[in-house]
């Protein structure tokens, strides 16, 4: 004879599982998150389970779950971006194992299946949780990398890029927006980027900055590379890096100094 569908037990005994399983959450997270919340994501799973099971689904990855799953990514990326830990944010789903083991001692049906999907459930928040961490992870050193790389007017006309730490293809890109943005932003037309804070140069760097300096070329801007320290011009030497026609200087002070001679020059030029 067969036992009663496990969708309909959960149903008939709802008030004792989900009873268990609140008081379980709430003794593990302590305070950090409402009683009301815990209800609200408490019910939104619960239900999704039911659901699911009603229409047949015996595993998490049948599309009678789709809604549960997507309820458990919800919860996992909300807990990932306010700061809990992977154990906080699984114990909400492994939790619902001390409300079926209540039910196990109230029904005679075997109640292991729920079990097992419980783990599912559990393993499948842990892997949303760690997706959403390394996606937020991910922004974070984006925006850093933004907020490391200014671009700043230093005079009118002229910009500089002050380069700090290590210069990757990332980074290039970033630099390079940012550059071309703020040339057509403030009309200018040099452009200096500061090496000074980079602590060595190689093949690959200098690439990266010929891209760059070609890059606010195309915009119409002239570009001078400077920080050129003793270190730098004998490493750029012995791997015979070549910087072409690109104008170079020892420092900040005397990129500027060039491009405000450049553009007086010019500006004398146009009036004659």
């Known amino acids: 004879m067969p036992g009663t569908p496990l969708h309909q037990i959960l149903a008939d005994h709802a008030d004792a599982v989900r009873t268990a399983w609140l008081s379980a959450v709430a003794d593990e997270l302590r305070g950090r998150t409402s009683r009301g919340e815990l209800e609200r994501e408490?019910?939104?799973?619960?239900?999704?389970?039911?659901?699911?099971?009603?229409?047949?689904?015996?595993?998490?990855?049948?599309?009678?779950?789709?809604?549960?799953?997507?309820?458990?990514?919800?919860?996992?990326?909300?807990?990932?971006?306010?700061?809990?830990?992977?154990?906080?944010?699984?114990?909400?789903?492994?939790?619902?194992k001390e409300g079926l083991y209540v039910l196990d001692a109230q029904v005679r049906d075997d109640v292991s299946p729920l079990l097992r999907l419980v783990d599912a459930l559990g393993l499948f928040t842990f892997e949303s949780f760690a997706a959403a961490?390394?996606?937020?992870?991910?922004?974070?050193?984006?925006?850093?990398l933004e907020l490391s790389t200014p671009v700043v007017k230093l005079w009118d006309g002229i910009v500089a890029v002050p380069l700090v730490g290590t210069l990757d293809s990332a980074r290039t890109q970033v630099v390079m927006e940012k550059l071309l943005n703020t040339l057509v932003e403030t009309g200018s037309d040099h452009a200096i980027i500061d090496i000074t804070g980079v602590p060595a140069v190689d093949t690959q760097v200098a690439q990266h900055l010929l891209k760059t300096v070609v890059a606010a070329r195309l915009m119409g801007a002239e570009c001078t590379i400077s920080g050129i320290r003793p270190q730098i011009a004998q490493t750029i030497v012995a791997l015979g890096i070549e910087f072409g026609d690109i104008s170079t200087r020892a420092s900040l002070a005397d990129a500027l100094v060039d491009a405000l001679r450049s553009r007086a020059s010019t500006r004398n030029e146009v009036l004659a």
Request: no cysteine.
């Open 42 to 96: 408490q019910s939104d799973i619960f239900d999704a389970l039911v659901d699911g099971l009603a229409q047949g689904a015996t595993s998490l990855d049948h599309p009678a779950f789709d809604q549960l799953r997507g309820t458990l990514s919800d919860v996992s990326s909300a807990r990932a971006r306010l700061g809990f830990t992977p154990r906080e944010t699984a114990v909400a789903v492994f939790a619902l």
């Open 133 to 144: 961490r390394e996606s937020i992870i991910a922004e974070q050193a984006e925006q850093l």
